[in-house]
């Protein structure tokens, strides 16, 4: 967090959550972890981590990655797909390509069904 509205929609689509239903009117365009809308059984573990700053809130954010989700950005980077670059910020693009991280820069050889299924197949 923060992300938008719409962002807050999709991941709820995506991650098919089954809690509480959210009124969509009732979000803010900005979520941020203030104002998540959380199941009953976890708002006081919240409210106890943000007061205990375990949780901080983050304030100056760029907005134009609001609509960037992990989980398609890391797809990207195993798929060999140089367009998750444009989804995060350059200083972490770099550190992501020079380390190597989510196996970055290592294109793995998929090897079909018939390879695996023959005696002595190699990758």
């Given at each position: 967090?923060?992300m938008t509205r719409d ?44 007061q205990s700053g375990a ?69």
């Amino acid at each position: 967090y923060p992300m938008t509205r719409d962002g807050y929609i999709h991941y709820r689509q995506q991650a098919k959550t089954e809690s509480e239903t959210i009124i969509i009117e009732d979000l803010p365009e900005i979520i941020s972890a203030r104002d998540i809308k959380l199941p009953s059984n976890i708002r006081s573990l919240h409210a106890h981590l943000l007061q205990s700053g375990a949780i901080v809130p983050l304030d100056n954010v760029d907005s134009s990655y609001m609509s960037t989700f992990s989980r398609e950005v890391l797809q990207m980077i195993q798929d060999g797909n140089d367009e998750w670059r444009e989804h995060v910020p350059p200083a972490a693009a770099a550190l992501i390509a020079e380390r190597k991280i989510f196996c970055c820069g290592e294109r793995k050889k998929r090897r079909s069904k018939a390879e695996t299924e023959q005696p002595g197949a190699q990758a």
